[in-house]
């Protein structure tokens, strides 16, 4: 009989979430943001090279700042950061697999979700005002990013949204149950580039991205950045993040594993 990897590392997930968010709120609060800060590193950094490089190549930095990117899911995966779009894998296997109560794994959600947005937030704002980001133009890969993401309607949101936790929760899945720390490395870079070189819609990577905007030199020129839209955007995103990395994989994964001993992750 083969035990299955998946649900002893749900379940230990599970647990190890639940007993830091019961123990030690603050604690857990500050790993969430911990999550916010390490993505908006890297697209702080990805963005200024995105610009660099594309001045000098045009349009190579579509292709650059998703690699820059791609490492700040790195940073929170090997770092033992609390991020809202993996944990929507771990929380919805673990409700399914009784690993942890629905109300529990929800508040845990809400609880992360709100202080990756202060990660991002903090780190953001330091960012905004650092000299990197003192000739910031409209024209920009930020600028552009964050506009086109903001005019897109909910129901391509929804969908953009759905398709980047997908990708997200490959890289998180290859994090759990591949063992070698090399190759664990290169699978969660391969599946984030993918996600940002699309363009699809993360939660938390639009923190990261919204919140340098906002505290900007260029805040007031960008088009639809307005409260009422930014919080229609993060809603209709959280939705489709759960969706993609809760019930495409989380689920579907959970579902395989439950009451198999033979062909098991």
């Not at 129901?155 to 936790?165: K, M, Q, T």
């Amino acid at each position: 009989m083969v035990s299955s990897e998946f649900i002893a590392k749900i379940e230990y997930n599970c647990h190890k979430k639940e007993g830091l968010f019961n123990k030690n709120k603050f604690k857990y609060a500050i790993r969430s943001m911990f999550a916010g800060a390490f993505l908006t590193v890297t697209t702080a950094a990805g963005a200024i090279a995105a610009d660099l490089s594309s001045s000098i190549v045009p349009n190579s930095g579509k292709f650059l700042f998703p690699f820059i990117f791609a490492w700040g899911l790195a940073y929170i995966v090997f770092l033992n950061a609390e991020l809202v779009t993996s944990n929507m894998m771990y929380l919805t296997a673990g409700v399914f697999l009784k690993k942890i109560d629905l109300k529990k794994a929800l508040a845990i959600l809400f609880y992360c979700t709100f202080f990756n947005l202060i990660g991002a937030i903090l780190i953001g704002w330091a960012f905004a005002n650092t000299s990197a980001f003192s000739h910031l133009t409209t024209d920009g890969f930020l600028a552009a990013t964050v506009q086109k993401k903001l005019a897109r309607p909910s129901d391509l949101v929804l969908l953009e949204a759905i398709l980047a936790n997908f990708f997200v929760n490959i890289a998180i899945m290859s994090f759990v149950l591949v063992k070698d720390s090399t190759t664990k490395l290169f699978l969660v870079i391969s599946a984030v580039y993918m996600f940002v070189f699309l363009s699809n819609e993360h939660l938390a990577a639009n923190f990261s991205s919204f919140a340098i905007a906002k505290f900007s030199m260029i805040s007031d020129q960008l088009a639809h950045f307005d409260i009422p839209n930014i919080l229609r955007h993060w809603g209709v995103t959280f939705i489709g993040n759960l969706i993609g990395g809760g019930l495409l994989i989380g689920l579907p994964y959970a579902y395989l594993n439950k009451d198999e001993d033979t062909y098991v992750d």
